[in-house]
């Protein structure tokens, strides 16, 4: 068996560990995952998925460097003797030493269609552009951002209403899948990893809660995209006297009112913006679950016919 360490953090990294885990070609020596986070509204310490699915499976050694560049992370990891290094979405650039630890290399599951949507956020990216497929590469890992050389690669078409949970959820399990096919491959040197070209190479940015912020002077369309983009996290948001109110589901309808004007179409509500109107069909203010529109509407009958903009509008 091959001595193995997966690198991974969210959701999506998950159906690649276990596939790692029910192999008989692989001995998961150890886990690096991104420390515990303070989740939910009593902050409690919460554990990677990643890190729950380890300590399920027994895997015996955890390791949750704040950095992985640390003296100390680097030397844990070294311990491990990895011959093998698999890495889905962990959320840290891997230094030279690092990659050069293991003599079969770091193979990473990113999730796109390589060169395009190298970096932090592909899923979003993808959706926020209007893609209309992605999909999910295996790749040898050097010293760039996502600029190694290609195993494999898998086509996974983007659903009109496909939000970043919906698509990953599916390109987590064709990551397995390729992982599961072709890695085995490459390490009999079946498979040769082929230089990926820079015709057609994009790169996306780490998310931060303000690119979820709506400016309504943008089409509806995009701003559509932004609300299926980011969700988990951060959640398209605007502002409503004084609150923030983050929507959860939305759709394009022909139309036109002033960018921000909440408007009364069927029964709901829908906003201006810089082309069409965008329906809410789900939002949350703070304190509240999220809400189909017209639950919202119970009690709020100065909602339609206010304006959605800044914290200071």
């Known amino acids: ?61 955890i390791l949750q460097p704040r950095r992985l560049r640390e003296a100390t992370a680097f030397e844990a990891l070294a311990a491990l003797q990895p011959e093998l290094i698999v890495v889905t979405a962990y959320g840290q650039i891997l230094r030279p030493e690092v990659l050069a630890l293991p003599r079969y290399g770091c193979i990473n599951v990113h999730a796109s269609l390589l060169p395009r949507w190298r970096g932090a956020s592909p899923i979003a990216a993808a959706i926020l552009a209007g893609d209309a497929q992605t999909g999910v590469t295996l790749m040898q890992m050097d010293k760039g951002m996502d600029t ?16 970043s949970i919906t698509l990953g959820e599916r390109l987590g399990r064709a990551g397995a899948e390729l992982l599961g096919g072709v890695l085995s491959c490459y390490l009999a040197g ?94 949350q203010i703070p304190g509240k679950r999220m809400m189909a529109i017209a639950d919202f509407l119970r009690g709020r009958s100065g909602f339609v016919g206010s304006f959605l903009g800044d914290e200071n509008e």
């Open 148 to 163: 190694g050389p290609i195993l494999s690669q898998r086509a996974e078409s983007i659903r009109p209403d496909d939000t």
């Open 190 to 283: 079946s498979i040769q990893p082929y230089p990926q070209t820079e015709q057609g190479a994009t790169v996306c940015r780490l998310i931060k809660k303000e690119h979820a912020r709506i400016d309504w002077q943008r089409p509806a369309q995009e701003i559509e995209r932004m609300v299926r983009a980011y969700q988990p996290w951060p959640g398209a948001f605007s502002w409503w006297q004084g609150q923030m109110v983050k929507i959860g589901a939305a759709r394009v309808v022909a139309g036109t009112a002033k960018p921000g004007q909440v408007m009364g179409v069927d029964g709901g509500a829908a906003v201006g913006t810089g082309r069409d109107l965008l329906f809410i069909e789900a939002l």
């Open 1 to 61: 068996m091959i001595r193995t360490v997966f690198m991974g953090t969210p959701e999506i990294a998950v159906p690649s560990l276990q596939m790692l885990l029910t192999s008989s070609t692989y001995d998961v020596v150890g886990v690096v995952t991104q420390p515990d986070r303070k989740a939910g509204r009593g902050r409690k310490l919460k554990p990677s998925p990643i890190k729950q699915v380890a300590l399920e499976a027994g895997v015996p050694t």
